[in-house]
Every structure is written in C-alpha cells, then in structure tokens.
C-alpha cells in the first residue's frame, strides 16, 4: 500500500475545509477547492480521505473533538466563569463573521441534518457545547457570579437556543457583527440571574 503523502498535515487541510465551506458554501465545495487552499492535488486529499464524503466526515469528526478541548481552554485563558462562557459562545461562530459565510455554514448543517452520519456528529458537537455550556453555569453560581438557585439546565439550553436564534436574525437584519449581536443577547438572557455586585462584570465579558 502507498505511503501516506507528506508535507501537509491533516488539520491544516480541514482548516482547510472549512474556510472553503464558508467562502463557497455546498455547491463550490469540491476536493479540487481545498486542495487549491493548501497547495496541494486532489489526489492527494483523496489518497488520504477517501472522496469529498470522507473529507467532510473528517472535519465533523475534528468539530467534536475541538468541542470536547475548547472550553477548558478558555477556562484557562479568562479569569471568570461567564467570561470564558462568553467567549465559547463568540468563538463558536467565529468562522460565520459576514451573513455570507453564516448562509453557507447553514447550509451545510442543512446538509448534516439529512445524512446520518454527519447528523451524528453535529449532534455530538451539540451536545458538547450544551455540557460545556451548563458546567461554565455552574462554576458561575458557586464562584457567586450567578445568583444561588439558578437553574443551570434550563438556562444552558436558552443559551444555546439564543445563539442559533441569534445569528440569523443578526444574517437578516445585517446590524452590526455577530460577536456584538451575540454579546447583546447573552446579556439580556443573563442579566436576570447576575448579583447586582456582578452586573459590571458582565458587561466587560
């Protein structure tokens, strides 16, 4: 069997991927595109991933477990609980900053909620925002950030529920970034469960 080509590792070739997915969405996603974006052939790609399929089922399988990595990360980097929450939400839609790139985005999650397999992984990426969502929430109640008796569960499901809502009104109306649209929104979600004392801080978050 052939050795596996050298030069290029993977992760660079699935960023890759998806800068490609959203500069062209799913109608221009093609092996040749990303290949271009690396300077690479598309033999290449297709020696390593099998077809176009194998290499969107690579990058779903590189989201779950940038999803399981990420949060601990930005604990690490934010010296609040509902800081790093701030900027796992933000962060998250990072590549989807024009309404252009969001509808191509979108359209592959279209994509992902009709073929089992990629359905999995973007419901595994999902659900481990939600964990990671909920775990922030409830470092934020016990380092007093959020008001004692806050129901974390419930709340880390508004939040999620918040971004997805809040990015395509923010693709519609085109006021402003998304960062700030979704900055605007987590607050208003999260103003009612912070301590008065607290308030300042959320909007430095």
Known sequence: MAGRPRGVDDVVILRAAAEVIGRVGPAGFTL?????????????????FGSKRGLLLALADRSVADADELPE???REHPSALGALVALTVGSTAPMATPERFANHLAFLCT???DPQLHERALAV???QGRAV?????????????????DVGALAGTLQAITAGAGLT??????????????RELGAVLAPHVPPR????LEET
Not at 141 to 149: D, I, N, Q
Not at 170 to 183: I, P
């Open 134 to 150: 909920e775990a922030l929430l409830a470092e934020a109640v016990r380092a007093g950030e959020l008001l004692p008796g806050t």
């Open 170 to 183: 923010w693709a519609l109306e085109r006021d402003g970034t998304l960062a700030e649209r979704l900055r």
């Open 198 to 201: 607290h308030s300042h801080d």
């Open 112 to 114: 992902d909620l009709t």
């Open 73 to 75: 990360k930005l604990r």
């Open 126 to 128: 999902h659900r481990a």
């Open 32 to 48: 040749a595109a990303v290949a271009g974006e690396v300077g690479l052939v598309p033999g290449t790609l297709l020696q390593r």
